[in-house]
Nanobody
Framework: QVQLVESGGGLVQAGGSLRLSCAAS????????MGWFRQAPGKEREFVAA????????YYAESVKGRFTISRGNARNTVYLQMNSLKPEDTAVYYC????????????????????WGQGTQVTVSS
């Protein structure tokens, strides 16, 4: 079992920045990729970004490319999402997720491949 705890959400004006963090604990000696997803009110949960176990392969949704950066801590059990140039349409609950991998350079963009999920953190961008 892997437990995931997100932090860093909040309220920000359009054009501002936030940094989300996700700390993993528990069965963390296996290799796993991590990702961020979000769900806005009345919408389905969608992929935002993911990163491989070795931290060298990031993946981004088209809607956040060039504005968001995903990274992994040196200890590999923490993942960050730096969000810049935020827009009102980025308002959502952001979820951290993890899935086991055999390849250290792969991360899934499909939420159904993820094994563990955090509770979510609210990000609200005002116009």
């Amino acid at each position: 079992q892997v437990q995931l705890v997100e932090s860093g959400g909040g309220l920000v004006q359009a054009g501002g920045s936030l940094r989300l963090s996700c700390a993993a604990s528990g069965h963390t000696f296996s290799t796993y990729a991590m990702g961020w997803f979000r769900q806005a009110p009345g919408k389905e949960r969608e992929f935002v970004a993911a990163i491989s176990w070795n931290g060298e392969r990031p993946y981004y949704a088209e809607s956040v490319k060039g504005r968001f950066t995903i990274s992994r801590g040196n200890a590999r059990n923490t993942v960050y999402l730096q969000m810049n140039s935020l827009k009102p349409e980025d308002t959502a609950v952001y979820y951290c997720a993890a899935h086991y991998v055999l390849s250290t350079t792969y991360a899934a963009t499909d939420q159904y491949q993820y094994d563990y999920w955090g509770q979510g953190t609210q990000v609200t961008v005002s116009s």
